[in-house]
């Protein structure tokens, strides 16, 4: 990770910080996002796939390549906020670009990515696996290991770059191991809605919401519903944010609520998600 630092919420005006992910260059050096602090982060308001890329050049051997979008979640109001970057072709850091459009020479047509050029540079983009047949879940042995220990003594949590909803559930999936849930599955034959996700493991129901509009009120009151019949905690992941009524109701019910930004990493967005990491499974 590189130096945290201190991004003014959009809505709210909090600070919150952000440390840019290191992604690996296809020529093996470290890449991160210039981010252009000189402008004010702006608000997602609709994700789309296209637009979750910046383009960013490695410095070592001049390539060209894209890489998830620099966001973070508000810790107080729940806002997704995007951080402009300086595009390749800018050298001057203080050049009046807001870093938000530029997608480089790769750039893709509205709503569809040509291709990712992240992490996998020469290969395409791992099919989606959230369909009712596929799991979408890997292995515990893909997982980092599930420890009863407090966050301190944990071993740092491995992100998978999201590019598909079912990288969403595996991402989610893997961080409840790395909570310490052992076996985490989805369910066969789940009534859940197919634009949601249910994973299940001893002491724990969550949900992982891949799509594009905010997790609601009624999202949430269903994960703890469902929590409560299983008798175990509940959780719930979100690619989008939540409204603030979800995040109300959540904070009354004690339910952990996560924001995933595209590099993997899920970020908690309320107290009962602080003391989860902080305690584990």
């Known amino acids: 990770m590189a130096e945290a630092v201190p991004v003014r919420c959009p809505t709210c005006r909090r600070e919150n910080s952000y440390s840019a992910p290191v992604f690996p260059c296809a020529c093996g050096s470290p890449v991160v996002a210039p981010l252009n602090l000189a402008a004010p982060a702006v608000p997602l308001t609709r994700r789309t796939w296209s637009d979750s890329w910046v383009a960013v050049r490695c410095e070592a051997c001049g390539r060209d390549g894209e890489w998830p979008r620099p966001e973070v979640g508000c810790g107080s109001c729940g806002t997704v906020a995007l951080i402009p970057v300086h595009p ?86 893997l961080y409840l191991r790395w909570l310490g849930f052992r076996d985490v599955r989805r369910p066969d034959g789940s009534t859940t809605p197919s634009a949601v996700v249910d994973l299940r493991a001893p002491g724990v129901v969550a949900q992982v919401d891949p799509t594009t509009a905010p997790a609601g009120l009624r999202a949430v009151e269903c994960v703890w519903l469902n929590g409560l019949t299983a008798s175990a905690a509940s959780v719930y992941f979100s690619l989008a944010g939540y409204t603030t009524e979800a995040r109300e109701r959540a904070d009354h019910l004690g339910i952990p609520l996560f924001i995933m930004d595209l590099t993997g990493t899920p970020q908690p967005v309320n107290d009962p998600a602080d003391r989860l990491i902080a305690s584990g499974a």
């Open 88 to 173: 390749p072709a800018s050298g001057d850091p203080d050049a009046p670009d807001s870093g938000l459009g530029g997608r480089g020479t790769s750039g893709a047509g509205d709503g569809v990515r040509a291709d990712a050029r992240g992490p996998a540079a020469t290969t395409d983009p791992p099919a989606p696996s959230d369909s009712p047949a596929a799991p979408g879940v890997p292995p515990a042995s893909d997982a980092p290991a599930a420890t009863d220990v407090p966050a301190g003594d944990r071993a740092p949590f491995r992100p998978v770059t999201i590019r598909t909803g079912g990288d969403a559930v595996v991402t989610a999936a």
